[in-house]
């Protein structure tokens, strides 16, 4: 069980983020596809299973390549509209992919400009919101293998943007870098993210319980 002292009914748990939080999601009501086949579907099931007596509502509203200006887009929709207790949210990889590709999208970075908004505006709209930035991570295969050198300077300059801005606004970190590096010492680095990005199964069950031990220790999950 779970050391998490919850008695508010129907808190609001969001996620966001792009294709690896979307997980495949259903778009209607429908609860069998709701949360994807992610790390968002593994924490609304453990903490769903957990805290039943007070019956948590979990959102995720990732969607497939959103970088996070895309995320600032849809923010009213998709996230004030929803009023969360705790909104949780990982995003970055988009924002390299279509730099690196000289796509249209991705000729100036935003990431940084767009993440500070993103953040200013659900303090100021839901200052009782609590916070939760994931890392953004990739591993040495796949895509980034084919410029790794780019791949890992940019991401680890979005990491370390994510870690700042969770210490300018007061939201917990949760790491992963380390978590999948540490990972890919047990077996090979496609075991874990398939194309160097995209978890697969095994990936996501390591996001999904690094979310919960980190959460879990900062305390935002009690009333």
């Known amino acids: 069980m779970m050391s998490i002292s919850w008695s508010k009914p129907n ?38 299973s957990e805290l039943a007596e007070t019956k948590p509502v979990f959102y995720n509203r990732g969607i497939s390549g959103d970088r996070i200006s895309d995320l600032y887009a849809r923010w009213n929709e998709d996230a004030i509209y929803l ?28 990431y940084e400009r767009a993440y500070r908004h993103v953040l200013e505006e659900t303090r100021e709209v839901l200052p009782q919101t609590k916070l939760v930035l994931m890392e953004p991570f990739i591993l040495n295969t796949g895509a980034p293998a084919e410029d790794w050198p780019e791949w890992q300077e940019r991401i680890t300059r979005y990491q370390q943007v994510v870690r700042k801005l969770a210490e300018a606004f007061d939201a917990v970190f949760v790491p992963l870098q380390e978590v999948f590096e540490a990972a890919a010492q047990r077996a090979d680095n496609a075991y874990w993210l398939w194309d160097g990005v995209h978890p697969t199964t095994a990936g996501h069950d390591l996001i999904a319980k690094q ?11 009690n009333d």
């Not at 596809?33 to 593994?42: D, E, S």
């Not at 979310?211 to 220790?217: A, C, G, I």
Request: glycine letters at 14%; aromatic letters at 6%; hydrophobic letters at 35%.
């Open 11 to 48: 808190k609001i748990i969001l996620f966001q983020g792009d294709s690896i939080t979307d997980g495949n999601r259903g778009r209607d009501e429908d609860p069998n596809h709701i949360h994807g086949h992610g790390y968002a579907y593994l924490i609304a099931s453990k903490l769903g």
């Open 83 to 110: 009023q969360p207790d705790v909104l949780s949210i990982l995003i970055g990889v988009n924002d390299i992919w279509r730099a690196l590709k000289g796509e249209p999208g991705g000729i100036t970075d935003r």
């Open 211 to 221: 979310w919960l031990s980190v959460v879990e220790k900062s305390g935002i999950l």
